[in-house]
């Protein structure tokens, strides 16, 4: 059975297939909610039996966006802004650096523990979770902003963002910028809207 040892005790976490009784909560990524908006059959299938769907190819342009986007932010974490963001104004706004921020942007981890980017909702005992993309602050008032690496092959950056069609992105912005998520950051002052990065075709 998923999350029981041979000796019949209980694992250290809870994910994969839901057990019942087990006292960790259960790890529930933003993609798994996602998923569950948009067919509740196949995601108790996963979640519950634990049927796994056929996996679809990976798209090294998203990877490949987020690799190369955090890449030249790394370059001036905390000291400097990027010329992507003085063109357009944004210059006050630069990488935010803290011992932290590895442990935000692991999504795959998120559950291991209150130092990753998750909190627990006690009601259900459900850890939600996932990985941030970067965090900027503001240099004028100290405030953090989430921000969000995003690749697009075809629509205009100003078609995506205002489009009635993408509600995927406007429940991931609504989740990680709810009070919930803010709290983890402690004394930190984030604030509670993110900034998206698109990359399409054309740039």
């Given at each position: 059975m998923p999350n029981i040892k041979k000796d019949g005790s209980f694992s250290k976490r809870h994910r994969g297939a839901y057990t019942p009784n087990h006292p960790a909560p259960y790890?529930?990524?933003?993609g798994?909610?996602?998923?569950?908006?948009?067919?509740k059959a196949l995601f108790w299938l996963e979640q519950v039996k634990g049927v796994k769907p056929p996996k679809m190819p990976g798209f090294t342009i998203n990877t490949t966006t987020d690799v190369l986007l955090k890449r030249d932010a790394d370059q001036v974490r905390g000291k400097a802004t990027l010329p992507l963001w003085e063109a357009h104004g944004l210059g006050h706004l630069i990488p935010f650096e803290h011992d932290d921020l590895e442990n935000w942007t692991n999504s795959m981890q998120f559950g291991k523990g209150d130092e990753m980017f998750s909190f627990v909702h006690e009601p259900t005992n459900i850890r939600i979770g996932g990985g941030l993309d970067d965090v900027f602050q503001n240099t004028q008032t100290g405030q953090l902003h989430i921000v969000d690496y995003r690749a697009r092959l075809k629509e205009p950056i100003g078609q995506i963002l205002s489009s009635s069609s993408h509600p995927p992105w406007m429940r991931r912005t609504r989740l990680a910028t709810s009070t919930k998520w803010i709290c983890?950051?402690?004394?930190?002052?984030?604030r509670d809207w993110m900034f998206?990065?698109?990359?399409t075709s054309s740039m």
């Open positions: 790890e529930l990524s933003r798994r909610i996602e998923n569950f908006l948009k067919c983890m950051f402690g004394s930190l002052a984030i998206p990065i698109w990359v």
